[in-house]
T-cell receptor
Framework: GQQVMQIPQYQHVQEGEDFTTYCNSS?????IQWYKQRPGGHPVFLIQLVKSGEVKKQKRLTFQFGEAKKNSSLHITATQTTDVGTYFCAGQTTSGTYKYIFGTGTRLKVLA | KAGVTQTPRYLIKTRGQQVTLSCSPISGHRSVSWYQQTPGQGLQFLFEYFSETQRNKGNFPGRFSGRQFSNSRSEMNVSTLELGDSALYLC?????????FGPGTRLTVT
C-alpha cells in the first residue's frame, strides 16, 4: 500500500544548530501537510503545501514540496529548545479515498 | 473558540470487551477524522465523517466503527478488544484543509 517515510527517525542537535527532516512518498501526492507534536501533546498543524516545487517559510522554519510531488522537507534554522517534539508530514492521496497518510515522524531533541 | 474535546482521556479495558470513545469537534467544523497512534505504527487513519456520513476509511478491521451525529459530534467503537488495540486515539476536526487535533484518548487493553 501507499507509504510515507520520514528520515531521520531521531535527531539530537545542539541549540543553535540547524535541523532537517525529509519525507518521501511511494506515490504522487495531492498535497502535503506538516504537523508538530510536543511530548505528551497532540499534533498541531503547521502548514500545507500544494504546488510542485513550492517553498514556504514560517520564521525559522522552511518547508519544501518536491517537483514530482513525492517528497518534502522541513528545515529549522538555529534550533531552540522550544522546537523539541516530533515532526510529522502527512500526504494526501491523489485518488481513491483522498485520505491523509502520516509519515513515521522525526523526533527532535534540542540540547541546551 | 473551544478546541476539540475527547472523552474519556484515559481508559483501561480487558481483552474481549468493547469501548466507545467520543469526540466533540470545534464549533462549525463538520468533518471529523479518527486516528490511531502507536509507537510502532505511528499515526494511522481510521475513518473520516462529514455531515453524518463516512467519507473515507482506512485499513482497519470491521471491529473498528464510528458514527457522527447531527451536531457533528462523533463516536468510535471498538468491539472485541485485542491487546494490540492499546494506543492513543486521536480525533481531528476540520472545516477546510487544516486538521485540529484533540488531546486524545489513551486506551490500554489488558
Amino acid at each position: 500500500g501507499q507509504q510515507v517515510m520520514q528520515i531521520p527517525q531521531y535527531q539530537h542537535v545542539q541549540e543553535g544548530e540547524d535541523f532537517t527532516t525529509y519525507c518521501n512518498s511511494s506515490t504522487t501526492l495531492s498535497n502535503i501537510q506538516w504537523y508538530k507534536q510536543r511530548p505528551g501533546g497532540h499534533p498541531v498543524f503547521l502548514i500545507q503545501l500544494v504546488k510542485s516545487g513550492e517553498v514556504k517559510k514560517q520564521k525559522r522554519l522552511t518547508f519544501q514540496f518536491g517537483e514530482a510531488k513525492k517528497n518534502s522537507s522541513l528545515h529549522i534554522t538555529a534550533t531552540q529548545t522550544t522546537d523539541v517534539g516530533t515532526y510529522f508530514c502527512a500526504g494526501q492521496t491523489t485518488s481513491g479515498t483522498y485520505k491523509y497518510i502520516f509519515g513515521t515522524g522525526t523526533r527532535l531533541k534540542v540540547l541546551a | 473558540k473551544a478546541g476539540v474535546t475527547q472523552t474519556p482521556r484515559y481508559l483501561i479495558k480487558t481483552r474481549g470487551q468493547q469501548v466507545t470513545l467520543s469526540c466533540s469537534p470545534i464549533s462549525g467544523h463538520r468533518s471529523v477524522s479518527w486516528y490511531q497512534q502507536t509507537p510502532g505504527q505511528g499515526l494511522q487513519f481510521l475513518f473520516e465523517y462529514f455531515s453524518e456520513t463516512q467519507r473515507n476509511k482506512g485499513n482497519f478491521p470491521g471491529r473498528f466503527s464510528g458514527r457522527q451525529f447531527s451536531n457533528s459530534r462523533s463516536e468510535m467503537n471498538v468491539s472485541t478488544l485485542e491487546l494490540g488495540d492499546s494506543a492513543l486515539y486521536l480525533c481531528a476536526s476540520s472545516v477546510g484543509y487544516e486538521q485540529y487535533f484533540g488531546p486524545g484518548t489513551r486506551l490500554t487493553v489488558t
